[in-house]
């Protein structure tokens, strides 16, 4: 079992940065696929970006590809999103994920955090 907290998200002008944060609980949680996805009013959530147990593999939906980068430090049970040249379109509800793999999600959720990019 995983408990997944994130924080980190706020109003952000067009061209400004955000870094989200994922805090897990749980002995296993070095072991999980980490991943962020998205959602917006009336819409499917989305796959964002994921990171694999060993660190070594990550990836990004294309639209955010060059501009987000996901990391994480198992040490700290934590994930992060850090996400630069934000855009309008990347307002949203993002959510971190364990368990999933690949770009499909695992069975546990964080409460999301609100990100708004606008001026």
């Known amino acids: 079992q995983v408990r997944l907290v994130e924080s980190g998200g706020g109003l952000v002008q067009p061209g400004g940065s955000l870094r989200l944060s994922c805090a897990g609980s749980?002995?296993?949680?070095?072991?999980?696929?980490m991943a962020w996805f998205r959602q917006t009013p009336g819409k499917e959530r989305e796959f964002v970006a994921a990171m694999g147990s060993s660190e070594s593999t990550s990836r990004y939906t294309n639209s955010v590809k060059g501009r987000f980068t996901i990391s994480r430090d198992n040490a700290k049970n934590a994930v992060y999103l850090q996400m630069s040249d934000l855009k309008p379109e990347d307002t949203a509800v993002y959510y971190c994920?364990?368990?999933?793999?690949?770009?499909?999600?695992?069975?546990?959720w964080g409460q999301g955090t609100q990100v708004t990019v606008s001026s």
């Open positions: 994920n364990a368990g999933g793999a690949g770009t499909f999600a695992g069975n546990f």
């Open positions: 749980g002995r296993s949680f070095n072991t999980y696929n």
